[in-house]
């Protein structure tokens, strides 16, 4: 049988940057995330012996295939997904995997911690293993931030693998405990529709700018300090917000947060974020770029009555607007029939010609 799961895409509209470290050793943290109905999808085949390993990322329609997985060796092509193989797979055996996601690299979208997640419950399926969805993105989070070093939190692999609306509350010290804000189907249903997804087409470098934040962070005086400091005060009041059926403040904490956001680094802001905000502004109760910042998907909180005009002036400026839809679900697996050979020789013929 062939394995395969997948895990939403979160926004993140309040907190972000607080579920990082240093900041949430020293002083805690908070954020306030919802997983979306967009997906990262992984499958697994385990192969006959020898067949070796064949890994293929559909929408980069890139691959790598190997001998064993201690030989697919070291640069940097397809680094993210190989770690994880490099981690859960036996170093002899053999197998297929296949990723894809639903959204384009550096959407702020948290689509790398998406992916993780999915490929860690594909994998635990193909494998027989049985792992809880707080303990997948517990796996998926360390192979980004250890095995790999990237630098960033762990919210991004929490809302993939949890699901739904949440507050992730970050204590000094270490340790995280998840609260699920649970609202009424009237607000969950004006929360979906007054909300947006915009992309300018502009993407964000999250590495370079969370390396940014981390040296401002270590200075004296860093007014970084001083934002993060807001971004967790307005996680806190947003949750409150949502927890009373206070949609217009909620709005403003998702402003705040955005200001705060961009308080952070200059390379958090985008002149082209600042452009489409300007041309909806009348539109508008709240607005926020998602994310570490510096491009990617925007998220936008319209006013009663707005939202056709507000899609429109959008489609005028050339961005991409997605509703907004909660996953409840989180991480999901199943299983499908087996790839025939022929599929998989397809598998490796597009592998070893995409290298």
């Known amino acids: 049988m062939r394995s395969c799961a997948r895990a939403p895409v979160r926004v993140d509209p309040a907190g972000g940057g607080t579920d990082a470290p240093p900041y949430r050793i020293e002083y805690g943290g908070a954020v306030v995330n919802f997983a979306v109905q967009r997906h990262a999808f992984a499958s697994a085949q385990r192969l006959e012996t020898n067949s070796g390993v064949i890994l293929y990322a559909m929408d980069l329609q890139q691959g790598l295939t190997a001998e064993s997985v201690s030989r697919l060796g070291s640069d940097n092509r397809l680094e993210f997904i190989k770690a994880f193989l490099q981690r859960m797979v036996p170093d002899g055996d053999s197998i297929l995997l296949v990723t894809e996601t ?7 979208l948290g689509g790398s911690g998406a992916l993780g997640v999915a490929i860690v419950a594909a994998l635990d399926q193909a494998y027989g293993r049985d792992r809880s969805p707080l303990d997948t993105a517990v796996l998926a989070n360390e192979v980004e931030r250890h095995d790999l070093g990237y630098p960033g939190g762990d919210q991004d692999s929490l809302g993939a693998a949890l699901g739904g609306i949440n507050f992730l509350e970050y204590h000094a010290g270490g340790g995280m405990t998840p609260h699920k804000i649970s609202l009424s189907a009237d607000t969950l249903r004006t929360l979906e529709h007054g909300s947006l997804l915009v992309y300018s087409g502009a ?110 002036r959008i489609g005028e400026l050339g961005g991409l607007v997605w509703p907004v839809t909660i996953d409840f679900q989180g991480v999901t697996r199943w299983q499908e029939s087996s790839l025939t050979d022929e599929d998989i020789e397809r598998f490796r013929y597009l592998a070893s010609s995409s290298a």
Do not use: W
Not at 102 to 108: E, M, R
Not at 291 to 308: I, S
């Open 102 to 108: 639903d959204v384009p690299p550096g959407s702020g």
């Open 203 to 312: 993407a964000h470098v999250s590495a370079s700018i969370h390396e940014d934040i981390k040296r401002s962070y270590a200075l004296n005086h860093s007014p970084t300090r001083t934002a993060m400091s807001v971004l967790h005060q307005q996680a806190r009041a947003m949750r409150g917000a949502l927890e009373s059926a206070n949609l217009t403040a909620y709005a403003m904490a998702l402003s705040e947060s955005c200001r705060q956001l961009y308080n952070l680094h200059e390379s958090c802001g985008s002149d082209e974020h600042r452009r489409f905000f300007k041309a909806v502004d009348d539109c508008i109760l709240g607005a926020k770029t998602c994310g570490a910042g510096g491009g990617g998907f925007m998220l936008l909180y319209v006013k009663p009555g707005r939202r056709h005009e507000c899609i429109r």
